[in-house]
């Protein structure tokens, strides 16, 4: 790894932030998620959540390209689930949803623990979603159309929660906890090492965190095959 590609991800990670959220209700096309995934790594989101459609998910990573390995998705099997899982994180949650009670997107507060809630493609967010929202918010439209497509809505929202978060100064240090800083440096740097630790249940080796590379290569690989084959040791 050349130390700017190392740099980069430092400068990346440091950014991060953690208590800024996406979650997606039976958002059903895989273009639109990989859209949204893309957005939450542009904008300086560390987690998404999404639940699966009722009729089963469809692989998305593919589509979602390189953007799918810089943000966590966490999945959910309902609606529910998701909500309390994120209310016991101390989230107030956004609704994207046009309703008597909805305010203008800008108008609330995205530097404090907070998840936007985006609806599918048809149906938009859920009742009980919305019931659960702390806030329902809209994106005002002026022209004939009556609404964005829910990936292109959910990039506008959040920048203006990066906006908001930045000038509070909220990306001048770093805010991720430390375990899980430790965690995202090794899966960053060690792709291919983290694919066949996960593909196998193991533990991921020690990296040296100024240049990114096992501690112990070689030693690493040489304790798996005698764990694996203890005949071959």
Known sequence: MTPERLARIKQTLDTRQPDLRVLTDQVH????????????????????????????????????????????????????????????????????????RAVDFREVDYTVPCTVIMGNEVDGVSSSAADQADEHIVIPMMGMVESLNVSSACAIILSEAQRQRKLAGMFEQRRLPDEEYNRLLFCWCQPTVKRYCDDRNLPYPPIDPETGELVDGVGWMKEVRKQRHPHLA
């Open 29 to 100: 096309k895989p273009r639109n998620l990989s859209a949204i995934i893309r957005s939450c790594d542009a904008f300086g989101l560390a987690n998404m959540h999404v639940v699966w459609p009722k009729e089963g998910f469809r692989a998305f990573r593919k589509t979602a390209g390189g953007s799918y390995n810089w943000v966590t998705t966490h999945t959910h099997p309902t609606m529910d689930d998701a909500v309390a899982d994120l209310k016991a994180q101390g989230h107030k949650l956004y609704a994207a949803q046009l309703s008597d």
